[in-house]
C-alpha cells in the first residue's frame, strides 16, 4: 500500500531533520539566570472570555525575573464589546528555569496581583468588593503560575508562548449583573515577541 509506505518515509525524514538540528548531541546549552527580554507582548485566548475579542499580554521585567504583566482583551481601551472576560494585573517571579533543545529557555512562574472580571460593558477604573455602578463588573486578588518559553529570534527578539493557570477571589461576583461565583479559576495561552 501506497500510505504505509509513505507515513514510513515521512518519519525517516522527520527523524533526519530532527537529528541535523541538533548540533550539540542533545545537550542544552548554558541558560542565562534572567529572562532574556525586557518587554514582550503576546496574543492569545483565555478561558474566561466570551466576548470574541483575543488576549493580548503585555510584560515588563523589572529587574531580574520580577515582571510586571497585564492581560485582558482590551475592553474600554480599543473595545466597547459586550461579553464576559476576565482582566488581570499581576506582578510575576521566574521561580526556576533550564534550557530547552535549539538554544530556547522554559521558566517556571509566580504571579500575584488582582482580576477583574466583566460581564457587559464596565466604565474605566477597578472596582473591588462590590460591584461598579452598572453592575457589570469587579475585581478582586488573583494568584497564578505560569510556563514560558522563550527562543531567539534574530538579533535581540526572542519568540515566546505562555501558559497560566489561576485563580482569582472576586468578592462581588455574585452580585453582578449575570451573576459569578467568588472564586474565579482561568487559564491561558498566547504567543508572541519579546525584545
Known amino acids: 500500500m501506497r500510505v504505509p509506505s509513505l507515513a514510513a518515509g515521512l518519519l525517516v525524514l522527520a527523524g533526519a531533520v530532527a537529528h541535523a538540528d541538533d ?9 542565562s539566570d534572567d529572562p532574556p527580554f525586557r518587554v514582550n507582548l503576546r496574543i492569545g485566548g483565555a478561558s474566561t472570555d466570551r466576548n470574541g475579542m483575543p488576549t493580548v499580554c503585555g510584560e515588563v521585567r523589572v529587574w531580574g525575573g520580577l515582571g510586571v504583566e497585564s492581560c485582558g482583551t482590551g475592553a474600554q ?9 476576565m482582566m488581570h494585573l499581576r506582578t510575576t517571579f521566574e521561580v526556576v528555569h533550564r534550557a530547552t533543545p535549539g538554544g530556547g529557555r522554559l521558566g517556571l512562574r509566580a504571579g500575584l496581583g488582582f482580576a477583574e472580571v466583566s460581564v457587559a460593558a464596565d466604565q474605566l477604573g477597578f472596582q473591588f468588593g462590590a460591584p461598579d455602578a452598572t453592575k457589570a463588573s469587579a475585581a478582586g486578588p488573583e494568584a497564578s503560575v505560569s510556563a ?6 534574530a538579533g535581540k527578539a526572542e519568540a515566546i508562548a505562555t501558559f497560566t493557570i489561576g485563580s ?17 479559576p482561568f487559564a491561558s495561552f498566547e504567543v508572541g515577541v519579546g525584545w
Open 168 to 184: 482569582a477571589y472576586v468578592d462581588g461576583a455574585p452580585e453582578l449583573v449575570l451573576p459569578r461565583d467568588r472564586v474565579q
Open 148 to 153: 514560558q518559553w522563550t527562543r531567539p529570534l
Open 77 to 85: 481601551l480599543w473595545h466597547d464589546g459586550d461579553g464576559a472576560e
Open 23 to 31: 548540533d550539540r548531541g542533545g545537550a542544552p546549552g548554558p541558560v
